[in-house]
Every structure is written in structure tokens, then in C-alpha cells.
């Protein structure tokens, strides 16, 4: 009889593990971290040239208004 079971569990938890205590977020923070990381994921994807992380992270955040937007080539 051959063996179905799969040996391989997923290496991420099924629910992912959120800090509490001192230094926890909100509710309010873990959405809108939630947001910031989904918007930035889309522009770095629908990008042609291949945003950085960092560059679609500053982006998103310049587009839901939480950063003022900055010169080119300022850090």
C-alpha cells in the first residue's frame, strides 16, 4: 500500500503569531500595517522597473497619506 501522508508541514504557522504585552500594536496599528504592507506588495508588483521594498514601502506610505512625499533622490 502506498504511503499518501504527507511528511511536509508548511513552514508557516497556520496563525501567525502576534506580540502582545508591552509594544504590542493596536488594532489600529496592525491595520494599518496591514494596509501599508498590502498597497506596498501591489506597487512593487505593477511596477516595470522593479521597485525595492523600501521604495514601495515609502510610496505606500506617501499614498495613504501618512508620509509627505519627498524630492527625488532625498533619503
Do not use: Y
Not at 509594544?23 to 501591489?42: I, K, N, S, V, Y
Amino acid at each position: 500500500m502506498p504511503d499518501t501522508e504527507d511528511r511536509w508541514q508548511p513552514s508557516r504557522p497556520d496563525k501567525l503569531h502576534r506580540r502582545t504585552g508591552p509594544g504590542a500594536l493596536t488594532p489600529e496599528q496592525l491595520a494599518l500595517a496591514d494596509d501599508l504592507h498590502t498597497r506596498a506588495l501591489a506597487l512593487r508588483a505593477a511596477s516595470e522597473e522593479g521597485l525595492s521594498i523600501r521604495d514601495a514601502v515609502a510610496l505606500a506610505a506617501v499614498q495613504l497619506g501618512l508620509e509627505p512625499p519627498r524630492a527625488e533622490g532625498e533619503s
